[in-house]
């Protein structure tokens, strides 16, 4: 079993930097908790999904999570800002849309949720404004906002904090230092925290350890989260489905994401053998780099396949120059959110709850659509982790009200 905060790697070396960044961040917080910058509450149910560490936390599994949840109840949006996008401005996917024009992890979305609406705007709160006027969004019954954590011209309905198991935030220093975008008291805004990839054997000891590490309020419920992997799907038409169980053979695992490392550490036991080949965070792949996937590939004992992650796969899916033999031997691994100790309902409930209740005016909470999202998308299962009390569906996360939490 791997330990929380394994991954973390710190650079001393660089308090100096790190000490001006945190005063630069807390400046710009106590403008936003005294009133000096605005946050501005919608008419419609948003919630937002983030993290205050640079990546890897799990975001966009998790926003598909809850699309999944609400798509056969409500009209669902997505809002992004569009990472690395070669776009600006407000834009609407739609059925001709290519990953450079809205980015990544919004194109993973929209093919996975053709009936969401998913849009990209840097300004959330004029996107928001958008998606409830524009004539081919008006229709929107909750807002997701993806990556939106430190976005605090918006003010959630819901705030959703996910933290890394392997970077737990109460052993990570703010950049350049660490990975914190803000100071580790950034939590206190979160009405629901979720420990993320966590390991599957983790013991209801481990659970309450953790608990009590991260010393939330009694407002915020704390949730516990692990990854599991669906069936490889082959990337290109040139591949053929593999066998559903037995040893994978030699595998080039091929990924340009923000932590790597566990899904290394998830298919060690899987395969023969195992090669990273990693890439910068939304590394945009190249010619040259195809090259180099070519060759890598090449010197591998054989037989030998490629996996790499759905967020790669909308980057290398038009690459040119893969020779035929690696889109021949390249297969994509999807995972999705499991809760764990059988929270599903409470979770399930806790949400579903909030955005019936905060619908608008003269908006009724039905089905928006019943079709379901293609491939190998369905309502995740779900399961229970800690014991801590529900609190109101549209807390107010402010406050300094006592901790109390205890083995």
């Not at 993806?146 to 918006?154: C, L």
């Not at 591949?239 to 994401?257: A, Q, T, Y």
């Not at 499991?338 to 399930?348: G, S």
Request: proline share 6%.
């Amino acid at each position: 079993m791997s330990v929380e905060g394994d991954f973390i790697k710190l650079n001393k070396w660089l308090a100096p930097l790190s000490w001006i960044y945190g005063a630069a961040v807390g400046i710009r917080n106590a403008l936003f908790d005294n009133g000096v910058l605005k946050s501005r509450s919608f008419d419609i149910p948003v919630i937002s999904v983030g993290n205050i560490t640079v990546g890897g936390a799990g975001k966009t599994p998790h926003a598909e999570y809850l699309i999944e949840l609400l798509q056969d109840e409500f009209k669902v949006a997505v809002l992004s800002r569009g990472y690395k996008r070669k776009t600006r401005g407000y834009r609407l996917a739609k059925a001709d849309t290519t990953m450079p024009q809205i980015g990544d992890e919004p194109y993973q979305m929209h093919k996975k949720f053709p009936n969401a609406h998913v849009v990209v705007d840097a300004n959330r709160c004029h996107g928001i404004d958008r998606i409830t006027t524009d004539e081919a969004t008006k229709d929107t019954q909750v807002v997701v906002l993806d990556d939106a954590f430190q976005h605090r011209y918006v003010k959630p309905g819901l705030n959703i904090l996910l933290v890394d198991y392997h970077r737990l935030i109460i052993y990570d220093e703010l950049l350049p230092v660490g990975r914190l975008r803000e100071p580790k008291k950034g939590k206190d805004r979160a009405d629901i925290v979720i420990v993320t990839k966590c390991p599957k054997d983790t013991t209801p000891m481990g659970f309450r350890v953790l608990q009590r590490a991260l010393n939330l309020y009694p407002y915020q419920e704390l949730y516990f989260t692990t990854m599991t992997q669906l069936p490889l799907k082959p990337l290109f038409p040139e591949g053929k489905p593999l066998e559903k169980s037995g040893l994978l053979p030699n595998v080039l695992l091929l990924s340009g994401i923000a932590s790597p490392e566990q899904i290394v550490e998830d298919m060690k036991n899987k395969c023969t053998s195992i090669t990273p080949m990693h890439f910068p965070d939304h590394h945009q792949y190249t010619k040259s780099d195809a090259e180099a996937i070519n060759t890598q590939y090449k010197m591998m004992s054989k037989p030998a396949i490629i996996i790499t992650t759905e967020k790669d796969a909308t980057r290398l899916e038009n690459l040119t120059n893969l020779s035929p033999e690696v889109r021949a031997a390249m297969y994509v691994q999807p995972i999705h959110v499991t809760f764990m100790q059988d929270d599903e309902d409470k979770f399930n409930e806790r949400i579903k709850s909030y955005v019936r209740k905060n619908q608008r005016d003269g908006q009724v909470a039905a089905p928006a659509n019943n079709t379901k999202a293609t491939g190998d998308n369905r309502l995740f299962n779900l399961s229970e982790m800690s014991g801590q009390s529900s609190t109101a569906d549209n807390s107010d996360s402010s406050g300094d009200r006592p901790r109390t939490i205890s083995f």
